[in-house]
């Protein structure tokens, strides 16, 4: 089995990118593995994917829960999954999903003033690298919000990278892969949600920053991003493209049709069926995108 700095290598050779989805229980993990495993036969090539949990995701699941969900796909069934510990805030939760075993781990200071960022993510890199040199470390600088929701407006701080900035957090820090803001942004507006409005990207921002980095990159908030936008990002240089509110948003309504079409049935199984459904359309769709098949 490939290691992840490998399948990323590959990946940013060939101009495809990652698809990183966002799990919160067992249902959103066998519609994203399922979704995964049918796409990859119906073109006779392993697709790699990451799962990515947050801190929030992490303390419902359980860090080394999650870690053992993820090693026993990939055993089992020989797929390159990976498990990625997702906008980790805290050195003392970096080191945690480091000891449990992820395979990257996006240390985020993005939050913080640049100098702050780079001295914190610095830090981390080292602890990081301490416990297992083969960890892919993530680190962002911009700021495209927090919310993984439906919200009624845009963050009125949002703050696009620069190549500048960039290049001076990638060499201070140490990072394998950067998150730069580039007309991104978490969660959903109502509108996108309603699917009356896509999200659009700065494809001539990316391609700046990947040329003045040189160094593999990752696109967060990829929720109701327009198609093209997508595939324009991953010819420009995007590696890793991370998609979650939009499957919690066909999670929930999932689960409303579910119960809705039985409203005596207490199985659980049974009622998250639709939301598995809806969840492994979006992947399907998306892995199709990231992967230009």
């Known amino acids: 089995m490939k290691t992840l700095h490998e399948i990323l290598a590959d990946c940013d050779a060939r101009h495809v990118a990652v698809g990183h989805f966002n799990i919160s229980d067992l249902a959103a993990l066998k519609g994203i593995f399922s979704a995964a495993q049918e796409f990859s036969q119906s073109r006779?090539?392993?697709?790699?994917?990451?799962?990515?949990?947050?801190?929030?995701?992490?303390?419902?699941?359980?860090?080394?829960?999650?870690?053992?969900?993820?090693?026993?796909?990939?055993?089992?069934?020989?797929?390159?999954?990976?498990?990625?510990?997702?906008?980790?805030?805290?050195?003392?939760?970096?080191?945690?999903?480091?000891?449990?075993?992820?395979?990257?781990?996006?240390?985020?200071?993005?939050?913080?003033?640049?100098?702050q960022n780079i001295a914190e993510t610095k830090r981390a890199v080292a602890a990081i690298r301490a416990v297992s040199p083969t960890i892919v470390i993530e680190g962002e600088i911009g700021y495209i919000g927090t919310s993984s929701e439906v919200i009624d407006k845009k963050p009125d701080n949002l703050a696009l990278s620069t190549p500048e900035e960039a290049v001076r957090f990638v060499k201070e820090t140490g990072v394998d892969v950067l998150a730069p803001a580039v007309g991104n942004m978490h969660g959903l507006l109502a509108e996108m949600a309603a699917g009356t409005m896509q999200k659009h990207l700065n494809i001539p921002l990316i391609a700046e920053i990947k040329k003045a980095c040189g160094i593999w990159m990752t696109l967060h908030g990829g929720s109701g991003t327009a198609d093209q936008d997508f595939k324009a990002a991953v010819a420009a240089g995007m590696d890793i493209i991370h998609v979650s509110s939009e499957l919690r948003l066909a999670w929930r309504r999932g689960i409303e049709a579910g119960l809705a079409a039985n409203p005596n049935e207490i199985a659980p199984y049974k009622i998250f069926s639709q939301a598995i459904e809806n969840i492994k359309k979006i992947v399907l769709d998306r892995l199709a995108l990231f992967n230009d098949l």
Do not use: C
């Open 44 to 115: 006779n090539v392993q697709i790699p994917i990451l799962i990515g949990v947050s801190e929030g995701e992490r303390e419902f699941i359980g860090v080394w829960q999650a870690a053992a969900l993820i090693k026993s796909l990939r055993e089992e069934h020989d797929y390159p999954i990976y498990l990625n510990a997702d906008h980790t805030h805290s050195f003392e939760k970096a080191i945690e999903a480091a000891q449990a075993g992820f395979d990257e781990i996006l240390f985020d200071g993005s939050a913080m003033p640049l100098e």
